[in-house]
T-cell receptor, first 113, second 111 residues
Framework: DAGVIQSPRHEVTEMGQEVTLRCKPI?????LFWYRQTMMRGLELLIY????????DSGMPEDRFSAKMPNASFSTLKIQPSEPRDSAVYFC???????????FGPGTRLTVL | GQQLNQSPQSMFIQEGEDVSMNCTSS?????WLWYKQDPGEGPVLLIA?????ELTSNGRLTAQFGITRKDSFLNISASIPSDVGIYFC???????????FGKGTKLTVNP
């Protein structure tokens, strides 16, 4: 079975540009989570969805960040405008209905110059 | 926010040695999970623990849910080079699907 799919795997952009990260969760999973990983702060939860509805976005750093889940098989995390401090690895994870075990995608390494 | 204190931060061991690492918190957690992350990849779930005192194994890995519900331990027996990576603990509190992650233990195994 396919795991969580993320694209692109690497993204290099210039400050001020819009960045869109994409995620396809595991089929049948009800929960979808977006994380950011940096050396300084480790793994941080940004936002999560249940059945396509955002449940908790308290981890979203600021208004420049937005996330959507238009259907059960697709989610996006958008940064507009991007800044160098947004450089990090962004992970998407999904979880079955119990919401306990989370399965991570391979991540998108974002570099903002 | 909630924090998990994971120790040690890094370990350098010889192949064949056993490894122990732990995770502690000032708060109670209902579920503990252990993940391993290889370079350039996402964390992979190793073991999930659901009740205090639970001891669960996955091959050479054994994890325990502390009786106080504020800590968890992971042991790796007879380490091999492919055990190299960063091991993360994660805790989940009641009423929320959110996971709180430790900062990780970086394991290096010398052949």
């Amino acid at each position: 079975d396919a795991g969580v799919i993320q694209s692109p795997r690497h993204e290099v952009t210039e400050m001020g540009q819009e960045v869109t990260l994409r995620c396809k969760p595991i089929s049948g999973h009800d929960y979808l989570f977006w994380y950011r990983q940096t050396m300084m702060r480790g793994l941080e939860l940004l936002i999560y969805f249940n059945n396509n509805v955002p449940i908790d976005d308290s981890g979203m750093p600021e208004d420049r960040f937005s996330a959507k889940m238009p259907n059960a098989s697709f989610s996006t995390l958008k940064i507009q405008p991007s800044e160098p401090r947004d450089s990090a690895v962004y992970f998407c994870a999904s979880s079955p209905p119990t919401g306990i075990k989370q399965f991570f995608g391979p991540g998108t390494r974002l570099t903002v110059l | 926010g909630q924090q998990l204190n994971q120790s040690p931060q890094s370990m350098f061991i010889q192949e064949g040695e056993d490894v122990s690492m732990n995770c502690t918190s000032s708060s109670i957690f209902n579920t503990w999970l252990w993940y391993k992350q290889d370079p350039g990849e996402g964390p992979v779930l190793l073991i999930a623990l659901y009740k205090a005192g639970e001891l669960t194994s996955n091959g050479r890995l054994t994890a325990q849910f502390g009786i106080t519900r504020k800590d968890s331990f992971l042991n790796i027996s007879a380490s091999i080079p492919s055990d190299v990576g960063i091991y993360f603990c994660a805790g989940q509190q009641g009423g929320s699907e959110k996971l709180v992650f430790g900062k990780g233990t970086k394991l290096t195994v010398n052949p």
